[in-house]
Nanobody, 116 residues
Framework: QVQLVESGGGLVQAGGSLRLSCVAS????????MGWYRQAPEKQRELVAT???????GYADSVKGRFIISRDNAKNTVYLQMNSLKPEDTAVYYC??????????WGKGTLVTVSS
């Protein structure tokens, strides 16, 4: 059973930074595409950033230049470095994995609250 466990959320003032981590319980982490999504209250879940097994990255326009996704395959971990945070970044952030063959997994989420 694959598990994704997020950590690093919390309360931060606007302009501040947080780093989210997601540890995956898989035998071979490097072959999976990973991503971060977020869901704000009363809004749909949206893509924040992705990183492929080959290290290619992609970002939502709203976070480009502020957020950085990275991975450490030796630690089965994907990170999301969030800088210059804004109140509109407030959301529950979810870790996402796409296994070879297309099976998707989700973490339970970590709450990020940005105060103005």
């Amino acid at each position: 059973q694959v598990q994704l466990v997020e950590s690093g959320g919390g309360l931060v003032q606007a302009g501040g930074s947080l780093r989210l981590s997601c540890v995956a319980s898989v035998r071979i982490f490097s072959i999976n595409d990973m991503g971060w999504y977020r869901q704000a209250p009363e809004k749909q879940r949206e893509l924040v950033a992705t990183i492929t097994s080959g290290g290619g990255t992609g970002y939502a326009d709203s976070v480009k230049g502020r957020f950085i996704i990275s991975r450490d395959n030796a630690k089965n971990t994907v990170y999301l470095q969030m800088n210059s945070l804004k109140p509109e970044d407030t959301a529950v952030y979810y870790c996402h994995m796409v296994r070879p063959g297309g099976v998707n997994y989700w973490g339970k989420g970590t709450l990020v609250t940005v105060s103005s």
